[in-house]
């Protein structure tokens, strides 16, 4: 079982640079969401899509573009990227209609660093 | 807002002892919560929930968390630790009544570690 799948798992960037996260799930969940994971803060929700379509703001927006044309699918794109934007990423999916009771599943992680 | 509380960064313990890490939480109505653990250089893996019910939930590997709607609490535990047990734990919240969207907030994890 493949579960959620993201690439790449290690990136250096400069600073104004443009780049795409990957991520793909064979699960077929409905609901996909990024989020940004820095040290004593925790994991911060970026975007999240509850199906092809549709996606909405997490609690960090900004500087990150998000679209879902397939249920699988749900890519990450930096436009521009800053130092600030140097951190771990994870997307993770669940079910849809479990709602928030429903548990995510989490891919392995993309650590990007931007100088 | 919906807010999650490690008050820990790190919880030390032998193994064989027990252990706990704190959570407590803020949302307006009935909470959704949930345990996660990471190990190092890899993904969240779910340890286990509390949507209804028994306030006393178990989980995998032996886990089991409490929640305290008094105190607004969900701690995490476990009767006999294992030096496998150290990782990073993270609590998170989401809100009934939310719909499909149930975003999920996480804390600032806690991690950790049991010594030999």
């Known amino acids: 079982n493949a579960g959620v799948t993201q690439t790449p798992k290690f990136q250096v960037l400069k600073t104004g640079q443009s780049m795409t996260l990957q991520c793909a799930q064979d699960?077929?969940?409905?609901?996909m969401s990024w989020y940004r994971q820095d040290p004593g803060m925790g994991l911060r929700l970026i975007h999240y899509?509850?199906?092809?379509?549709?996606?909405d703001q997490g609690e960090v927006p900004n500087g990150y573009n998000v679209s879902r044309s397939t249920t699988e699918d749900f890519p990450l794109r930096l436009l521009s990227a800053a130092p600030s934007q140097t951190s771990v990423y994870f997307c993770?999916?669940?079910?849809?209609?479990?709602?928030?009771?429903?548990?995510?599943?989490f891919g392995e992680g993309s650590r990007l660093t931007v100088l | 807002a919906q807010s999650v509380a490690q008050p820990e960064d790190q919880v030390n313990v032998a193994e064989g002892n027990p252990l706990t890490v704190k959570c407590t939480y803020s949302v307006s109505g009935n909470p959704y919560l949930f345990w996660y653990v990471q190990y190092p250089n890899r993904g969240l893996q779910f340890l286990l929930k509390?949507?209804?019910?028994?306030?006393l939930v178990k989980g995998s590997y032996g886990f089991e968390a409490e929640f305290n709607k008094s105190q607004t609490s969900f701690h995490l535990k476990k009767p006999s630790a294992l030096v496998s047990d150290s990782a990073l734990y993270f609590c998170a919240v989401s809100q009934s009544g939310s719909g499909n969207t149930g975003k999920l907030i996480f804390g600032q994890g806690t991690t950790l570690q049991v010594k030999p």
């Open positions: 993770a999916s669940r079910r849809k209609a479990l709602g928030g009771t429903g548990e995510l599943f």
């Open positions: 899509s509850v199906g092809a379509g549709i996606t």
């Open positions: 699960m077929n969940h409905e609901y």
């Open positions: 509390y949507i209804t019910g028994d306030n």
